[in-house]
């Protein structure tokens, strides 16, 4: 993967820059000490490593809108960071730039169940805001796997989904309203607490644009009140076609579960090995859950059992407790770490048409055959998110490069058939060099355009989401 | 004399329509619900139209942007689908004729009351290939539901009232029909029964439609049969008083296009639900009507007998807690004031996709 020379003025530049940063911020929230950028120089796309030119972390929407106008009138390029839980690389420093963290900007700033929403700085963890509001009885839908750590400013920059969101929506079908700052400084208020906007929808482009077009500090999400319990039933079939089509029988029916995720073998048997969650020994498993009271979970689940039966399920465990309910998610949560404990690993994200399910899933054991590689399938079925997990050997020379190329293949795989290269992490820099398959050069030139409206002078976390040659002009000018 | 209207048969003819246009185009789909349209040349897209995939396990839709909604929705109903979002037939309340279609649809982000619980049009929207101002065919999203690859041009393009492109095709998710419904109705002053509808909305019983109107306080109940009764009985104990339970969906359909509201202007209010009142009770002593839905969040307003369509009180009442859009009447400006910088970058988009600023020129400032 490549990026950018770094720019020699701005390095020569660095000592100039740390003090008028200084100049517009208390002592504690810049940090130059390279001992300290270090902690800076990766997110969770760990295979890349830049330590930024300087860190700051702003307290409030006027410290951010200082430091982009500093930064904007020296010419110096700012990599915003959320909780640096990116897979995509979304938040990869380059050597000339400032990383302009939210994390210290967590506070509720308003909490509203008449008409439901919570405000809230961006800084603040995913789960934290549904912490603000589970005692009263409410929650916030959208729910990554990383919810524990992730900030709401990369969600609204990666629009962020989780397993639930086959009913929920993502991040952009959650988000009411933003405080942006624009690289020039300028602060923004975006939506608020009502319906639609009064022109363009600007808020749904900001929503995803990872970065791209501004520092979102503030946000206004739709908070929802907490179903009165969820129930789920892990199945396990012989094959992957006839876990495929139990699905599409199930969406089908017009059943909405809050989520139905799918584990191919190798991902069932490693987590196994590392949870020991008692799942079945099989080809394919699902889990499949239901919210509503207890009387609903039922009647559900009865449904869903007929249709599981059709499909001769060699195992079919419905929970009946708390303690089950746990099990049944234990494995499936525990995933990302079982492959951990196996080998290095390289987590895709595409998206599929749900129908092409197993098609892809043969190309897939086939590709991988072909170069050697193991791959274990874990994924939210119910909407053909996917996210096959590459095994390879980080120590061994060339197994890192071997498993990029299987990975873009598999991604290419997904948008012949009808899908896309991310479904909810992002490009970042990660399929940056990817764009090219989903989108020809007009797709592309509109969304630089977007791009030019926000940040003219292409300083806002430049060389990412879209391939280099593509950019290079309006990086130059 | 009237320029002839252009009705392009492809998205290949219809970029070399645009490219070779020497003034504006006024574009629009069946111009049943359309806000307001530009000067120049009609442009309709009634020519680009079927629909290209439709895959009910998968439940998604792709289709040409002149496919009439009213097709559509025919053939989702065969197979128990729908569009959840509830489209409004906005033609009775302005006046207009012709076939609306889901170009029209998205182009206007329409959404009925079932928006509370699902959402509007954009949020069903998952792909949208669009003529830009240049005459250049642009594609964003596609035909699956979770897609974050490069910024999101399909939430733009929804409700951009054909400003940035000329919408040709639109892909969208499909709900499946719940095999039952049921609406509670309650006679009660408007300040309670708007009160009520916050309440149900903050319930986990999952209303999928809140409105108050001349029939008084209403919700919606959908799903599994058995679900659905348990979820009226226990909103029924939630909120006490004497609820009646009709069935079908005739006072939906009535809120959703805003029926009963056909003298003088009209006016669309997107507010904060908790201000609905306030801004009503700004029209006391001026003869109007309104219905409610979203829970307050959406308030349709008929006013008669001011001169500016009553927009400098609607619009007074409605500053900090939401906007207001003019649907039919005249003032100085149907779509809302904006704020500077959105104002500043709304312009400034306009100009990238529409350089020659021929697309519905001017309608939204």
């Known amino acids: ?477 | 004399m009237t320029p002839l209207a252009l009705h392009p048969h492809s998205e290949a003819e219809l970029g070399e329509m645009i490219r070779a246009a020497q003034g504006p185009v006024s574009l629009r789909g069946g111009g049943t619900r359309g806000v307001a349209y530009g000067p120049g040349t009609v442009l309709e897209t009634a020519g680009l139209s079927g629909i290209s995939l439709y895959e009910p396990g998968a439940l998604t839709l792709v289709a040409a942007a002149g496919t009439p909604l009213a097709e559509v929705e025919a053939v989702l109903s065969a197979q128990g689908q729908r569009l959840a979002f509830e489209a409004p037939d906005l033609r009775r309340a302005l006046q207009r004729q012709g076939v609306s279609t889901l170009g029209g649809v998205v182009a206007t982000n329409a959404s009925g009351p079932r928006r509370v619980q699902t959402g509007a049009a954009r949020d069903h929207l998952i792909g949208v290939r669009f003529v830009d101002g240049m005459g250049s065919v642009v594609k964003s999203g596609g035909r699956v539901m979770k897609n974050v690859t490069g910024l999101d041009l399909v939430k733009l393009m929804a409700g951009s009232h054909g400003t940035l492109g000329v919408i040709t095709q639109v892909a969208f998710k499909l709900q499946a029909v719940p095999e039952c419904a049921v609406t509670l109705q309650t006679q009660v002053p408007l300040s309670a029964g708007l009160a009520l509808l916050r309440r149900a909305l903050g319930s986990p019983f999952e209303v999928s439609g809140a409105a108050y109107g001349t029939f008084g306080a209403a919700l919606r109940v959908e799903g599994m049969q058995a679900s659905v009764r348990y979820r009226v009985a226990s909103l029924k104990a939630l909120l006490g008083g004497d609820w009646v339970e009709t069935a079908g969906d005739a006072l939906w359909v009535g809120v959703r296009d805003a029926q009963g509201l056909d003298d003088g202007a009209l006016w669309r209010v997107s507010c904060k639900p908790t201000a609905a009142e306030g801004v009503v009770a700004a029209l006391a002593g001026v003869a109007h009507q309104a219905i409610f839905d979203w829970g307050g969040g959406l308030i349709w307003i008929a006013v008669q007998g001011l001169g500016d369509a009553g927009a400098a009180l609607i619009r007074g009442a409605v500053a900090g807690v939401g906007h207001a859009t003019l649907m039919r009447g005249t003032c100085a400006a149907a779509f809302a004031p904006e704020a500077a910088g959105v104002a500043a970058l709304s312009r400034a988009l306009r100009a990238q996709f529409d350089p020659k600023g021929i697309l519905n020129a001017g309608i939204m400032g």
């Open chain 1, 1 to 477: 993967m490549d990026m950018p020379l770094p720019d020699q003025r701005i390095l020569h530049a660095r000592d100039g820059l740390i003090a008028r940063l200084r100049g517009v911020l208390p002592a504690d929230a810049v940090i130059a000490d390279p001992a300290e950028t270090r902690a800076y120089e990766c997110d969770a796309l760990a295979a890349y490593r830049c330590a930024p030119l300087a860190v700051v972390l702003p307290r409030s929407t006027a410290e951010v809108s200082a430091v982009l106008r500093l930064c904007s009138q020296m010419g110096v390029k700012v990599v915003p960071r959320g909780a640096g839980t990116s897979l995509a690389g979304g938040s990869f420093p380059t050597a000339d730039c400032v990383v302009l963290g939210v994390a210290r900007m967590n506070a509720v700033i308003e909490t509203d169940y008449d008409n439901r929403f919570i405000r809230v700085q961006t800084g603040r963890t995913n789960l934290a805001v549904t912490g603000a509001v589970e005692a009263d009885g409410w929650f916030y839908a959208p729910d990554p796997s990383s919810q524990v750590a992730c900030a709401i400013a990369g969600n609204i920059a990666m629009n962020s989904g989780g397993a639930h969101c086959l009913k929920y929506g993502v991040t952009t079908n959650n988000l009411l309203g933003v405080t942006i700052v624009l690289m020039s400084g300028e602060v923004v208020e975006i939506g608020g607490p009502w319906s639609d906007a009064p022109g363009l929808d600007l808020l749904g482009v900001i929503c995803g644009s990872e970065g791209q077009l501004g520092v979102v500090t503030e946000a206004y999400l739709r908070i929802l009140p907490k179903p009165e319990g969820a129930r789920p039933v892990l199945m396990g079939f012989a094959a992957n076609e006839v876990a495929g089509a139990c699905v599409a029988d199930i969406i089908r029916a017009g059943l909405l579960p809050v989520a139905i995720e799918f584990m191919d073998r190798p991902c069932i048997r490693a987590c196994e090995d590392f949870a020991k969650a008692g799942y079945p020994d099989c080809e394919a498993l699902l889990i499949v859950e239901v919210e509503g009271s207890p009387a609903e979970i039922d009647a559900q689940l009865a449904r869903i059992k007929d249709i599981a039966l059709r499909h001769n399920p060699v195992a079919y465990r419905e929970s009946g407790s708390e303690e089950e309910s746990r099990k049944i998610w234990l494995g499936r949560k525990s995933a990302f770490g079982a492959m951990g404990n196996i080998a290095d690993y390289m987590c895709l994200d595409g998206t599929i048409p749900v129908s092409e399910l197993p098609y892809v899933l043969r190309r897939i054991a086939e590709m991988s055959a072909a170069v050697g590689l193991s791959v274990a399938n874990v994924f939210h079925a119910g909407d053909g998110n996917m996210h096959p997990l590459i095994l390879y050997n980080a120590n061994k020379p060339g197994d890192l490069e071997l498993c990029e190329a299987l990975g873009a293949d598999i991604l290419k795989l997904c948008v012949e058939v009808g899908g896309c290269l991310t479904g909810e992490h992002g490009v970042g820099v990660e399929k940056r060099d990817l764009m090219t398959v989903q989108f020809n050069s007009a797709d592309l030139e509109a969304q630089l355009r977007v791009k030019d409206v926000f940040d003219p002078a292409w300083l806002l976390n430049p060389a990412k989401v879209f391939p280099l040659d593509v950019t290079a002009s309006r990086r130059a000018s």
